[in-house]
């Protein structure tokens, strides 16, 4: 029987145990089970998560082993490797599939009723992997998706209109990679588009037109490159990332978030995991949101799809 507040976090390393401290620090759960292919790197990581706990609320946490799994309402899959310096999210997909065919065959093997978050990069193409391998329903396998991508673009155009990014209704779709896209031509701030909330109170016209926020854009798509070159590692972000997407699922939020869900047909797009705005609550995506894109916008969209399906299509294993 599914214990609705016990959790798992699969791969104890940066983003992993990142991840398990957000967890822990959100109250959203009363027990969490690490695992790791290095067994001592969960038991460690666990007991430093259990010695915080006097300032928390109480909570369970320990390392376990995939039999630990069947109970869990939500299982967050962050194992693989890492990207490195001059790597894309793409450059890991061979590495990771292995890792998670190994995963995702354990998972099956004990039966789960609960939600799988693929965290692990490629994201989109190891959640059609997770999706393919596990025989889950669709709606119960998801990916993080663009939602970090969004909350940075949030951010960035918050800073430069000067207001609160949380006010900024913006999206980025498609891979969680090279190819993404903006969508300024819905985006706005606080129901103000994007193009008049600038002109009202700018006097230069050419930083007032879409095509000159496509520089914020490529600042979005570039910030794990810098991130890693600075730091080795991104994994505060996602870790939040990661939580918003928890919370819309355990407390069946409904809320509208961009993660990588399965597709039919999206803006000519098909049978591929993407990142999409989807309605997210304690069913996991539980409908499909096809919001307006202009020519461009889907034009870019199909490519994206086009990149992950390629990707995924070159994956011999799996046919």
Known sequence: ???KRKCA???????????????????????????????????????????????NSPMEIYAGDY????????????AGA????????????????????????NIRRVGTEAILLVVTN?????TQVTLRLSGLPRERVIGSGTVLDTARLKYLLGKRFGVDARNVHAFILGEH???????????????????????????????CSLESLEPVFEEVKNSAYRIIDGKGATYYAIAEAVLRIVSAIMRDEKTILPVSAYIEDYYGAHDVCIGVP????????????KIPLDEREQERFRHSASVIRSAYDSLHILR
């Open 122 to 126: 490629p994201v989109d193409v190891l």
């Open 82 to 105: 890492g990207q490195k310096d001059g790597e894309t999210r793409m450059d890991l997909l061979e590495k990771n599939v292995r890792i998670f065919e190994t995963i995702v065959s």
């Open 278 to 289: 989807c309605v997210v609550g304690r069913g996991g995506v539980e409908s499909v949101l």
């Open 1 to 3: 029987m599914i214990k």
């Open 177 to 207: 990679g090279d190819s993404e896209l903006p969508v300024f031509s819905s985006a706005n701030i606080s129901g103000v588009d994007l193009v008049d909330f600038c002109s009202a109170g700018c006097k230069n016209e050419e930083l």
């Open 9 to 55: 976090v699969i791969g104890c390393g940066f983003v992993g145990a990142t991840t398990a401290y957000t967890l822990m620090k959100s109250r959203l759960f009363s027990e969490m089970v690490l695992l790791d292919a290095n067994p001592k790197k969960a038991v460690g990581e666990a007991e430093d998560l259990s010695h915080g706990l006097s300032f």
């Open 67 to 78: 039999e630990d799994l069947t109970d869990a309402s939500i299982i967050v899959i962050a």
